[in-house]
């Protein structure tokens, strides 16, 4: 009981902080109206360019009419956004809940649910405010709290959010919802680090915590940038690039979530297997997952959910969607080519579980590079990384000695640096990558001749430690905050009864 | 009257049955069971982790039997159960007391 109205108290604390920012964002509205168009939030200036079939033209036109979005890109990011909702429930769930003893299957699934469903609330609140309107370097603004001016029910008109493309918009709420999934799969990540052992009330308390001081932020830091749009002219392209987030300031590419989804969630649950602390009877029972099926299941929803996140990523339907599509199809398929192959020549058989496990490290890795990297260097990705999380969830899991119960580190930690850094090298359009700009006014692109694969590595590495260091101090002060408040895990007895009865009430299977 | 309880692999389980009706044996329980002998368990490797199965699957047939075939169904388990490898199962004999059939009411020998 004490637990529930903890957690009640907690959501009402969070909804008067969101009233109160509110009140705070209209009260300043008449000021912050002077100011000039382009500093809206997310480039979704309403007055901004014209049609989005000539890029240049638009350009070139400013203030000319309303941007109408493509209809095929609006109805490509719904299919988008749907498709990364089936990502977490039931995809991740299942893969999840799989690997667990039978009498905690539902206490993962819950914890994966209701976490999802939660983040969804907080990011229409405050989380893509905080995360996707301009701000400072480190964390955005308060200017979409409570999704603020983002649909017009008099005139029925809707704010638009750019895309990569100049002149080619979608509306706003759906980018929105789009990375409302993102925030949510990325807390239910966590999960899986702790699994079995901690309090309900203390899993989601850590998520709104978490939630709103790494995911945020990373979000903002990495991909909150003006939109194609902003750059109007030359002279403006520094001070527009100022108003982005640090990492992308820094030059960090990161398609679709390898820092701010994987490495974030990753170093999220690292920390919170070390201070929950190891499974009764870890290393002396046996914790054999109770259905590798419902495993095998939930991986190859992932894969293809990961579609969604990947390809959606481009916010738009065209050859760069295609890019991510491809990459995510074959290196997904590499990393459990390579994964089987590890196993095989380790441990002399190939299993079920690697295999399931080898495309969640292919999914991951090639998540930063999908649309920023070549053909060969996908697969090229997909392999290393197989390789890389077999070593992730065993010789890395001895050295570090904590018990992240299914291996969200090794899988998710190594499987996003791996992709990171090597989004850095076959990025480069000497190996097949399609580069980045070079001129964010005209659009044009780093030569080959001009591209430095080393100092891409550096931006990458230099995310990938940022990132690091930031979840990782978030979630020790966030589970902290909450062992001294409501304490992180369930009893003893509990533990031993399984959480599914113990927490829930409920029993998963009656034979 | 005795009781016959055998340990036996479960793909056996069929041919026992067999056996068992040819020389006239009216009914037996099943039950799917778990445990160790002589054989032994095996490896089971879930990522890093390497766990030992020390209990393995057999079968349990329990049949109440006159005395007078005792003797012939212990040879019909036997045969129909030995593949001659490590881990064939065990047959118990233990004194039965008194056998009920509960449609009935008959007791003893009627009720087997």
Redesign the interface.
């Known amino acids: 009981m004490n637990k529930l109205l903890l957690a009640f108290v907690f959501s009402l604390f969070a909804l008067a902080f969101g009233g109160s920012a509110f009140a705070q964002a209209a009260a300043s509205d008449a000021a912050s109206a002077a100011a000039p168009a382009a500093a809206m939030a997310a480039a979704s200036t309403p007055a901004a360019s014209a049609s989005g079939a000539d890029a240049s033209a638009s350009a070139a036109a400013p203030a000319a009419s309303t941007p109408v979005p493509n209809k095929g890109d609006v109805a490509w990011m719904i299919v988008a956004t749907a498709l990364v909702i089936m990502m977490s429930v039931p995809a991740l769930a299942l893969f999840y809940g799989g690997l667990v003893r039978s009498k905690n299957m539902l206490s993962v699934l819950m914890q994966v649910f209701v976490t999802f469903s939660m983040i969804v609330v907080l990011w229409c609140l405050y989380g893509y405010s905080l995360a996707f309107t301009e701000g400072n370097a480190f964390f955005g603004g308060f200017s979409r709290v409570f999704m603020k001016d983002m649909f017009d029910p008099l005139t029925g008109t809707m704010s638009m959010a750019s895309t990569f493309s100049k002149g080619v918009v979608i509306p706003e709420l759906l980018f929105m919802a789009f990375q409302a999934t993102f925030a949510a799969i990325t807390c239910c990540l966590i999960v899986g680090s702790f699994a079995e052992r901690m309090k309900f009330s203390a899993v989601l308390v850590f998520m709104v915590l978490w939630f709103t001081f790494s995911y945020a932020p990373i979000a903002h830091m990495v991909w909150f940038w003006p939109g194609p749009d902003a750059y109007t002219s030359k002279a403006i392209v520094d001070a527009t690039n100022a108003k982005a987030g640090l990492l992308w300031q820094w030059g960090a590419l990161d398609f679709a979530g390898g820092t701010v989804v994987h490495i974030n969630a990753a170093m999220a649950g690292l920390v919170g297997a070390f201070m929950v602390g190891k499974r009764l009877g870890y290393g002396r029972e ?4 109770h259905s590798l099926t419902l495993t095998m299941v939930g991986a190859a929803l992932l894969w293809v959910g990961w579609f969604g996140f990947n390809a959606g990523s481009a916010l738009e339907a065209g050859n760069s969607a295609v890019l991510a599509f491809i990459n995510t199809f074959s290196a997904t398929a590499a990393a459990v080519l390579a994964w089987s192959i590890g196993e095989s020549l380790m ?1 002399g ?1 190939a ?1 079920m ?2 295999a399931a ?1 080898g495309a969640v490290a292919g999914l991951v890795a090639i998540t930063p590079a999908c649309g920023n990297v070549g053909l060969l260097g996908a697969l090229v990705i997909g392999f290393v990384a197989g390789f890389a999380c077999l070593w992730g ?2 010789g890395l ?2 050295m570090l000695g904590a018990d992240d119960s299914l ?1 969200v580190f ?1 899988v998710h930690g190594v499987g996003g640096i791996v992709g990171a850094l090597l989004t850095g090298v076959f990025n480069s359009p000497g190996l097949g990558g399609p580069s980045f700009p070079d001129n964010w006014f005209t659009g044009e692109l780093v030569k080959p001749e001009n591209y430095s694969i080393a100092s891409q590595v550096w931006a990458q590495g230099k995310a990938v430690l940022v990132t690091i260091v930031w979840s990782g101090l978030v979630s020790l002060v966030a589970y902290k905050l909450v062992d001294m408040t409501i304490g992180l895990r369930v009893s003893e007895e509990d533990e031993r009864e399984g959480l599914d009865i113990a927490a829930h009430g409920e029993t998963a299977y009656h034979n | 009257m005795k009781m016959v309880t055998a340990i036996v692999k479960p793909f056996k389980l069929d041919e026992v049955r067999e056996a068992l009706s040819a020389i006239g044996v009216q009914g037996v329980t099943v039950t799917e069971v778990k445990g160790f002998g002589r054989q032994k368990g095996h490896t ?6 390497e ?1 030992v ?1 020390d209990f393995l699957p057999k079968v349990k047939v329990e049949a109440a039997v006159d005395d007078a075939i005792v003797d012939r169904v212990i040879e019909a388990i036997e045969a129909a159960a030995r593949t001659g490898k490590i881990g064939d199962g065990k047959i118990f004999v233990s004194p039965l007391e008194q056998v009920v059939r509960i449609r009935t009411g008959e007791t003893g020998k009627d009720a087997l």
């Open positions: 046996a914790f054999t997952p441990k058989k299993s579980l690697g496990s969830v065993n899991k001895k291996d090794g | 089971e490797l879930y990522r890093g982790a766990y199965v």
